[in-house]
């Protein structure tokens, strides 16, 4: 377990040794905390990533504080339509993920994602068990592509649009 950050380790481990019934207790358990994990009100950000992309229902944003040392504190904000399984996997992953850092989350693997949500889920639902994930590392990279050009002293021009803001 030790390509996880350690809070995500333990996650995995506690899912991959469950039924599959009480897999989706528990990712129902998740999906309900999602809004736990919203950006704080007057909270500012080093990154913010707030889109509708097509591959989901509805909109969601990424917000980033980085820390000297490049740890991360993240935060997801989920529209009204966003599917439950993508709630689970947001709740997840901030918990997961929360005090890693840049690298280790553009390092974590999805392999993951089967040991959490079992092999029939993914399957029927591959876009949106890995979304967020995507997201998350996409808006880590724009965050650590800034940070390189502004240590350079180069004026950061993405190669592509993103729809991330910088706070």
């Not at 439950?84 to 993920?97: F, H, V």
């Not at 949500?117 to 993914?122: A, I």
């Amino acid at each position: 377990m030790s390509q996880y950050p350690p809070k995500l380790a333990e996650i995995v481990d506690l899912f991959e040794h469950l039924p599959e019934e009480e897999k989706r207790e528990n990712l129902i358990a998740y999906a309900d905390q999602a809004g736990s994990h919203s950006p704080k009100p007057g909270s500012s950000y080093d990154l913010e990533d707030v889109r509708k992309d097509e591959e989901c229902t509805d909109t969601v944003g990424v917000f980033l504080s980085v820390a000297d040392d490049q740890t991360v504190d993240l935060r997801v904000s989920l529209g009204a339509h966003v599917q439950t399984l993508t709630r689970a996997m947001t709740s997840i992953l901030c918990t997961g993920l929360k005090g890693a850092s840049i690298r280790q989350i553009l390092d974590v693997s999805g392999d993951f994602v089967p040991k959490l949500v079992g092999g029939e889920l993914v399957r029927a639902r591959s876009q949106t068990v890995y979304y967020i994930l995507t997201r998350i590392r996409s808006a880590c990279k724009v965050w650590l592509d800034r940070k390189r050009a502004a240590d350079l002293g180069i004026e950061y021009a993405p190669q592509n649009k993103t729809g991330c803001v910088a706070s």
